[in-house]
């Protein structure tokens, strides 16, 4: 059974920084491309950082030169570091799993966590 948890969400101020982690069970992690999307309600989930199985990365125009994403392989689990954090970037994010290994969206979610980022 796949499982995918985040963590490190919360409340910070504008310019300020957060990391999120999303530990996973029950795939072969390193197979998978892994990526991170935010969403609020009534609105798409969009893409926020995808990194692939050969460790390519991707970025949304609106994140890149603030956040970055990584993986671990040994420890099962892909970060998103936000630096420079303003109140725009207030969504509940998500983590997702995507057995194609070349790219993000399809396969596993987590249950997301919240990143509210004060003015």
């Known amino acids: 059974q796949v499982e995918l948890v985040e963590s490190g969400g919360g409340l910070v101020r504008a310019g300020g920084s957060l990391g999120l982690s999303c530990a996973t069970s029950g795939m072969v992690f390193s197979r998978n491309a892994m990526g991170w999307y935010r969403q609020t309600p009534g609105e798409q989930r969009e893409l926020v950082a995808c990194?692939?199985?050969?460790?390519?990365?991707t970025y949304a125009d609106s994140v890149r030169g603030r956040f970055t994403i990584s993986r671990d392989n040994a420890k099962n689990t892909v970060y998103l570091q936000m630096n420079s954090l303003k109140p725009e970037d207030t969504y509940v994010y998500y983590c997702?799993?995507?057995?194609?290994?070349?790219?993000?969206?399809?396969?596993?979610w987590g249950p997301g966590t919240q990143v509210t980022v004060s003015s």
């Open positions: 990194i692939t199985s050969g460790g390519r990365t």
């Open positions: 997702n799993a995507d057995p194609r290994g070349l790219g993000c969206g399809r396969g596993y």
